[in-house]
């Protein structure tokens, strides 16, 4: 493209007066300013990279643009390497992804991996003002209006000469390039070429509305219409296809009528429109499909749209997505994803445009309720009508302060703050309704209709809730009626009708109640203490219902959720993700998702009802305040919310519930006293490797979120370092005191908190570990320890060797002679116990031969025992005390009641071990040495403390004892001795006698 263009706008242009705005179906246009950080505000080229990053040429710098923020590369002195000096005329990225950039100077290509840049010497002075790649990979490009074929791998040019006409570009100059598959569209004088890329033919096709003149511009259709446009003569022209036929788009009565010349610049097109930069009436959009033409023109009340009418270049990427260039800066949109308009209630600039009551009447109408009256919009005529009370003349409605509006049929109702007004469409009349006909003069807040056909007057004063009956097309009091009658006076904002057609009361500040028909019955919640979990307020501002039968209720506390068939209960709140807990409409769309107006946004709660997404300015609302009121739905199905500043209409299913899924990458890793990472390409590396004084350092992600950048969330984590991730708005990830070793940094980004289930990318970062962390440090002070410790323990080994081998075999000898001791003590059992117990089984046998085989049988287990145990150095303590209860029970056999034994020993000691038959000796022993009678029974009590066992029983010593050779406690101690460190404790005063023995 010529760069005379950028020159012809003049200060003229600046004093033209505003055009009228019609209010049509907006575009949601984002902005990109000096404020943002674009170098200047004069933007000549504008392109898309092979990573998603955008490209703008202003004067005075190169600027790319990632959704939040711009980097600048200037031309500095002396730095070769620096971006180009010249004006930028434009930008290209071919399909290897190499960036061109084309100025007055010549041409230069940016490398990523050095971030710099680099001139192409074959151009070296040339003014190169358009960039095209044909499907060989050669660059297309116009050199001082002459085109030049350029091959980017050998770096040589030509100059361009068909085969059919080798003479063809010496006759007519060359200012735009267009390509659409192997077909290249040059605007040249009078006309354009044709090239076939392919076959390398090329022809001209005059176009004799451009009488002469040259074609600045040159594009094709979705339908194979060619268009043209001329500067100077303010021309634009469509040549159809297959026909030829000429037509003048500048003459058609909506750009013609506006009586205002305008200059169109570029042109660019999608499946269904062509796109005009115009140079003061904004920017045209032609509808190819029905002819249609539409201005979208700046209107300083709404924040989305265009920020200026006066444009310079257009670019449409990949996505659809097209950037305008205009005085100032940058505005970019995507015509399929314009979700949200605005509708004012006031045509004026200046008025109030604070939005209240909507309703749609039968004819297509929008009534709109405002602080200041009632309008009514035609959206086919774009047309408004007024009722508003002004002073000395007669009032057009009851108050201008108007809450609600309902249409219904042949009547629209409007509720304001001294009463309610009836507008008949036939008639178009207004009518005031009085006491007389049930409705009283007072504040009125909301009007609502069932599917019955009751019409529902709320009110906060007075008996608070009046209805227009279909039976008898009379009005009606709650004080009336057989079941509401008990909320007389409780003052109602919202009735709202279930799927189950149960009716639904919101209250002014007494909670909320549903009303049965079907069974006459009523429920009703109120939060007297204030501190119920079950619901959040008292006060209702709106009700709709999911499509699971949850009905959910808008309040000053966030949101409530009722399930009444499943009796459960449902919140919303800021904890959960809410912009606000002051929550006012509320609408469930097809996909079960809630729709919330906050005080600080729009809120979508997902159907999962787990994930929140925010909308804000950034989606081109004036204002992010919804008001205390209910929303509403047209009968296309787009939402209506009424906010600050106007209404906020949207069709829910244009946002589809899918995640919104863009680019992102690593954009720098600052390394703490490590400078020059800044020239890394961390999109294309894959890892990087640290010094061990290398640990502090910081990760700086970004997401090309261009559609919702102030909704864009990261998540990382550090494998390795880190088991949770990180949830965050904030790109850098910061990290301290390192430890050497090798981690993987895995993230992700995504537009919104909710729905991480998705792609992720990893880098991989090794720190090495400080030299005294190492492990071929550690190995060397392993190794010089284990060498000093060796020959230490050679040096006491050989002095002590004998000495050990000595005190060895007295340990040995010693050991062997107390088990040689204690297996004797065991043995010494045999003869006594067994004549005693032979002597008490031959006295059963005469006198009870059934007691005789048990005792038998008793006295079997016992030597069993004694043998089983016999090798074994211990054995456990449950073990001993389930022999030891078969003892008993021949001895008590033997001495009947004069013999008592009580154990209580607990379930921890019973694991515990001791030698074998241990407990045995020691009742024998004190069967022994006590005299044992009836009257006088010897009690034994064995139990557990502190890690001992203790056998203690009373003293009835006997004069004489036999068969005792007093050597068994000896033994046992020194055996004790090689088992425990702990000694066998005997003690004895006048009473008892108490033995404790280490448990092992």
Known sequence: MSGLRYHIITILVLLLPFAGICQSRALNFHHVTVKDGLNDGIINAITEDKYGFMWFASYGALNRFNGTGIKKYKHVLGDSGSAPGGIVYTLYCNSKGRLFIGSGEGLSEYDYNSNRFSNIPVFSGNRITSILELESGKLLLIADSKPWLFDPESGKKQVLAPANNADLFRSFGVYSLFRKENTVYMGSGGGYIIYNSKNGTAGFKPVQLLAGARADAVITDAMNNVWVSNLFLFKLIRIDDPSGKETAIDQLPAIAGKGVQQQFLELVADADNVWIATSTQGLLQYNIRNNSVQYHQKDIRKPASIADNILRTLHRTKDGTIWISMLGGIDYFHPGKNVFDVLFPFPSYDANQFARGFAEDRLGHYWFSTGNGVTRFDPRTNQYRIWQNESGKTPAIYY??????????????????????????????????????????????????????????????????????????????????????????????????????????????????????????????????????????????DITEDKQGVVWLTTFNGVNGIDLDRNQVYRLSVSDGLPSNVTNGIRCDRYGRLWIGTSAGLALVDSSRTNIYHFDESHGFPSLEFPEHQAHETSGGSFVFPSNKGYIVFDPSALPPTVNRFPFFIDNIAVEGRPGTDFINFREQRSLQLKADENFFSITLEGLNYSNPGQTWYAYKMDGLEKEWHYTK???????????????????????????????????????????????????????????????????????????????????????????????????????????????????????????????????????????????????????????????????????????????????????????????????????????????????????????????????????????????????????????????????????????????
Not at 484 to 499: A, M, S
Not at 887 to 897: A, D, E, M, V, W
């Open 400 to 541: 201008n302060s108007s809450r609600a509006v309902l249409a219904d049929g042949n009547n629209v109702w409007i509720a304001t703050g001294k009463g309610i007004n009836r507008y008949d469409l036939s008639a178009d009349k207004m009518q005031f309704m009085t006491i007389r006909d049930s409705l009283p003069e007072i504040f009125y807040l909301n009007i609502n209709k069932d599917s019955k056909g009751f019409t529902w007057f709320c009110s906060n004063m007075a008996d608070g809730l009046y209805y227009l009956a279909p039976a008898d097309g009379k009005i009606h009091s709650i004080r009336n009626h057989p079941v509401l009658k008990r909320y007389t006076g409780y003052g109602v904002r919202r009735v709202f009708e279930d799927h189950k057609h149960r009716l639904w009361l919101g209250f002014s500040g007494k909670g909320y109640a549903v009303y049965d028909p079907a069974n006459n019955t009523t429920k009703y919640w109120f939060n007297r203490s204030g501190n119920d979990s079950s619901f959040n307020s008292n006060l209702v501002i």
């Open 730 to 1000: 904030d790109p850098r990830a910061v990290y301290t005191s390192v430890p050497g070793g090798t981690y993987t940094f895995r993230y992700k980004a995504a537009s919104g908190n909710g729905n991480w289930n998705m792609e992720e990318k990893t880098f991989v970062i090794k720190v090495a570990a400080v030299f005294y962390k190492t492990a071929w440090f550690w190995s060397l002070v392993a190794l010089a320890a284990l060498t000093l410790l060796y020959l230490l323990y050679r040096y006491r080994l050989q002095q002590q060797e004998k000495l050990f081998l000595l005190e060895g075999k007295a340990q040995r000898l010693e050991k062997e002679k107390t088990q040689v001791m204690y297996d004797s003590l065991k043995q010494q059992l045999n003869p006594h116990f067994l004549f005693n117990s032979l002597t008490s089984l031959s006295g059963l046998i005469e006198t009870d031969q059934r007691l005789a085989g048990n005792f038998l049988k008793q006295m079997s287990k016992i030597y069993r025992y004694i043998l089983q145990s016999r090798d074994s150095e211990t054995v456990k303590l449950k073990e001993e005390i389930d022999f030891v209860q078969t003892y008993i029970s021949l001895q008590q056999t033997r001495f009947k009641k004069g013999l008592e034994v009580h154990m209580d020993v607990s379930e921890e000691a019973l694991g515990r071990r001791i030698p074998p038959v241990t407990l045995q000796n020691m009742i024998e022993n004190a069967i022994k040495h006590n005299i044992i009678d009836a009257e006088s029974p010897l009690v034994i009590r064995i139990s557990d403390e502190n890690d001992y066992l203790v056998i203690r029983n009373n003293l009835q010593k006997k004069h004489m004892v036999e068969t005792s050779n007093r050597q068994g406690l000896a033994s046992l101690q020194s055996l004790y001795s090689f088992l425990s460190k702990k000694p066998i404790i005997i003690e004895e005063d006048v009473s008892e006698f108490r033995i404790r023995i280490p448990l092992i």
